[in-house]
């Protein structure tokens, strides 16, 4: 109930984010390049603001904090694609939804018990933090936001190939993992009904539809959300 709520205005954020790469990339050169290029920096950093409200208070209010892949994910998007919005928005939105699944998802691999997705982003992130501080601290106290100087023209091709791979497999163990593990036949034969073999288990079936796909696909879209957010912030600055 909480998801379907919240989900127009989160679907709203992650178009709009799409849509308007180009214009929070012109914002990012700076007031006296964005006004030699037309744009209303007013307008499209009020525009910027409300994206990172949809996203961030959107999935904060069914998911609880989860900061720190609003950091890795725009961070890492940047070194690999480049500083062009239009490239960090599709690689952040991918990227943060496989790696909030994966967060959700590693602790019921390793330990076979569930650990909430904050303690697992915490203990990732707080590293990758400090790590990131240090370096910059050594450049000029704070993000590379321009991201490398050049960026191959496949760059983007890689990475959305990349991170749409790491998603569907994360998708994919989010199904398969927990207290009651799945095969992945037990699992493609609850989501599509049946097999050549044989129908569906009545208990996969219930544990995929009424627990994990739920699940996955909550994470999927809150990490998706929190890493576009985490991307279009500095726009605001």
Do not use: K
């Amino acid at each position: 109930g909480a998801l379907l709520a919240v989900m127009p205005y989160l679907v709203l954020g992650l178009a709009a984010a799409l849509v308007l790469g180009a214009q929070f990339t012109a914002l990012s050169f700076g007031s006296e390049t964005a006004r030699s290029l037309g744009q209303d920096q007013g307008l499209w950093r009020i525009a910027a603001a409300l994206i990172v409200v949809l996203l961030a208070g959107g999935s904060v209010a069914i998911a609880g904090p989860l900061g720190f892949i609003g950091l890795i994910v725009p961070h890492m998007a940047r070194l690999v694609v480049g500083g062009s919005y239009s490239r960090i928005v599709p690689v952040a939105l991918l990227g943060g939804a496989a790696l909030a699944l994966a967060a959700d998802t590693a602790p019921r691999a390793i330990w076979n018990n569930d650990i909430p997705v904050g303690i697992t982003m915490a203990v990732l992130g707080a590293p990758f933090d400090a790590g990131t501080q240090w370096r910059s601290g050594a450049r000029r106290g704070g993000f590379d936001l321009a991201g490398p100087a050049a960026v191959g023209a496949g760059a983007l091709s890689r990475a959305v190939l990349g991170l749409g791979a790491a998603l569907v497999l994360c998708f994919g163990l989010a199904l398969c993992l927990g207290a009651e593990p799945l095969r992945p036949g037990q699992v493609l034969a609850a989501l599509t009904g049946a097999t050549a073999a044989a129908a569906p288990d009545p208990i996969a079936e219930t544990i995929v539809w009424s627990l994990r796909f739920p699940r996955a696909v909550l994470g999927a879209l809150v990490g998706a959300a929190l890493g576009i957010a985490g991307s279009v912030t500095p726009a605001v600055m």
